[in-house]
């Protein structure tokens, strides 16, 4: 299963960026990455300067594997770890003590692996601030072949880049799962396609520049604005006990272009939230018991977004829209700001009130009405930035 192709950014005849891969339209990835239904839960610990790299490899783990988890760290290093880790997990991390995974018995396999994403320098650092890595048991890999990076250079040999280690772990915790030697299937298309594009410009293949901050504007905001669905989901917890998986339970969404509004309650089949979550979310608690079902809300929502994108100023709500089934092109509203700017964000309230917008709630209930609102007076913003100079 070929994940589609997404969006890309930019006016015709300039530099296009895909807002899902983060690489420019020429070198999009997506449509070669397959998706693989590993049952080993897969935790990347990324350093920050891996985030935008335009050959990291991370982000083929990210949209290439259903059970996988990603968190960013700076210097400022916490003591306890950004997952939810199950017990029996163990890092991927060589060096004395690490065990190596093809010589350990079934019943000893690690229940989930975190994997430190970054340079060897940095891997080693991230190691060695965030003290909660160390209490994990560490395992190591003696990859089967040399790394196929054929762009970046491998401090010695053995060395492999952050996804031909989890694809060679995955490969031995559980190899009877498909697809994940096609992974590096897509690891190598990558990497050819930057090198011939590095030839071109070699060859002195001739680009037209804009100004910065219009190179960042995804072609969703301008040329196809009048199908764009700017969107916001709340949810809460599937468990009582916690943890990190959540039901959907509001879907709310407007077109800047018509200014028509779709909102619809989902009934919730693990687990209805305490009053307290619902008072926070501004629902009424016989709205979410006489809710739409879920694969209701999936059936109706293709038939109103076919062909159109979705933007959200947050990826936990491009997350959600998973459970509706939706698998169209999608745009983060948050990394085009950040391109724009050339910096971080803060909360989308934080924007509002320093871009000095006038967001309008949207008719939708609760909470939404004003983060819908706002992520709409952002998408507004960021149009006006490009075709208002």
Known sequence: MLLPSPPTAAKDGFRSVCYRCHKPEPLCICASIPLVDNRTPVFILQHPRERFHPIGTARIARLGLRRVELAVFSEHAPSD?????????GVLYPGPGARRLDEIDDGERPSA????DGTWHHARTLYRDHGWLHALPRYALVPRAP??????REPREGCVSTIESIAEALSLLEPDTPGIDALLDSFDAMIDAQIEQTRSRRRGRRVERRRREWRAIPRALVEDFERLWIVYGESAQATRRG?????????????PHSGRAFERI?????????ER?????????EAVEGGTALDELGREWATLAAGGTLAAWN?????????????????LLKAVYCNVE????????????????????????????????????????????????
């Open 81 to 89: 770890p950004p997952f939810e880790l199950p017990p029996g997990a």
């Open 113 to 116: 692996l975190v994997v430190l």
């Open 147 to 152: 790394s196929r990076y054929r762009i970046r």
């Open 243 to 255: 943890g990190k998986q959540r039901e959907l339970l509001q879907w709310t969404a407007f077109s």
């Open 266 to 274: 989902v009934r919730p089949t693990l687990r209805m939230p305490d």
């Open 277 to 285: 979550h619902l008072e926070h979310m501004g629902l009424e608690r």
């Open 315 to 331: 990826q936990s709500t491009l997350d959600l829209m998973q459970q509706i089934g939706h698998h169209g092109p999608t745009l």
């Open 342 to 389: 050339r910096r971080g964000a803060g909360t989308l309230e934080s924007v509002i009130a320093a871009e000095s917008l006038d967001a309008e709630p949207a008719p939708v209930r609760g909470r939404a009405a004003e983060r819908l609102g706002n992520a709409v007076a952002i998408a507004r913003h960021l149009r006006q930035r490009a075709v208002g100079g």
